[in-house]
């Protein structure tokens, strides 16, 4: 695990524009991707991730010109995902300049595209994206179809199984936590981050200064994605890296 933690703000993308909700939905405006994209790269963020979140529900593939025009616009490494399901999706999404490619119903559905990608592309390439939600027993499930459908498989199971298979790094998602700004799932992250080989970023609830700390810290995550609070411009990238860089964490500055 790299000693420097990383922020990454996250752009969900429909229809070519911004979106952002709370817990998976009440869909809002925030802005152009490019443009977003651009400002974060400017002011200090480590990667980028952009979602095409109608890609799963209406079966439209990511845009490849967006990735594009995204790439000429930006200096930092940044992931795509969104209906990404076969070696071919991925290969037009590395041309157009994305570094890494995130997957999530269609890996859970047909695991073996993790070792598919993993041997083509390389496993730094493969981010496993887990949506995940704690249920009424205490464990945390995972989730697929942007939230919308239940799974009987718990996530730390399925977290391992994608490592196994090639996965680089793992994309965490608490649906508990996401859009609350009440903080991360400490516990479900914590877990991950302590027993799996390979990153975790830590995704859902990020609210405050103090959040990303706890995290760091407490959850041992290696990398925290926020939203709304960069978006909404709650939160200022390099005042967020000074404080965690004052508060003992070491960043990028």
């Not at 991707?33 to 480590?46: F, K, S, T």
């Not at 000429?72 to 399901?85: D, L, Y």
């Not at 000074?242 to 960043?251: A, F």
Request: charged content about 25%; proline content about 3%.
């Amino acid at each position: 695990m790299s000693l420097t933690k990383r922020i990454i703000p996250c752009l969900d993308i429909k229809d070519g524009r911004t979106v952002k909700g709370t817990n998976f939905i009440d869909l809002r405006d925030a802005g152009d991707p490019v443009e977003l994209g651009a400002l974060y790269a400017q002011q200090g963020a480590d990667e980028l991730v952009f979602l095409d979140i109608t890609a799963t529900v209406e079966k439209r593939k990511t845009l490849s010109e967006l990735v594009n025009k995204i790439a000429h616009h930006i200096n930092i490494p940044f992931t795509v995902g969104g209906g990404i399901s076969s070696v071919g999706d991925v290969q037009v999404l590395l041309q157009n300049g994305a570094d890494k490619i995130s997957v999530n119903t269609a890996a859970f559905k047909r695991p073996a595209l993790i070792s598919e990608l993993e041997k083509e592309f390389g496993s730094q390439c493969v981010v496993l994206a887990i949506d995940t939600k704690k249920e009424e027993d205490g464990e945390w499930y995972v989730y697929l179809n942007g939230g919308r459908t239940k799974t009987d498989i718990k996530c730390m199971d399925w977290a391992k199984q994608g490592v196994g298979l090639g996965a680089g790094e793992i994309l965490l998602t608490s649906m508990n936590n996401d859009g609350t700004k009440a903080g991360f799932a400490l516990d479900i992250t914590g877990q991950l981050a302590k027993v799996l080989p390979v990153p975790v970023i830590a995704s859902g609830g990020g609210g405050s200064l103090q959040h990303f700390k706890e995290v760091f810290e407490t959850a041992e995550a290696d990398a925290a994605l926020a939203a709304s609070i960069f978006h909404f411009k709650e939160i200022a990238i390099p005042d967020l890296k000074r404080y965690l860089q004052h508060e003992g964490i070491t960043m990028r500055l």
